[in-house]
């Protein structure tokens, strides 16, 4: 539930952004499979992976954060 909730959160602000997966993919530096199985909810990211998300994104974690 709660990888859910982070995957929605990342895939918003990554379109919002103008990424693609694949962009994405690589300004992160992981492949476009475990992008996806983070945006869809199937893999949790490690905090670390969040921090680096949230500065390629340009957003503070606490924008990136699930809200209840």
């Known amino acids: 539930m709660e990888a859910e909730k982070w995957g929605r959160r990342i895939r918003a602000y990554r379109k919002l952004k103008g990424f693609t ?17 983070i945006e869809r909810g199937n893999r949790l990211p490690a905090v670390d992976f969040i921090e680096k998300i949230a500065r390629s994104l340009k957003v503070s974690i606490e924008e990136l954060e699930p809200k209840e």
Do not use: A, D, R, Y
């Open 21 to 37: 997966q694949e962009s994405f993919s690589k300004e992160l530096g992981v492949s476009v499979s475990i992008l996806g199985e």
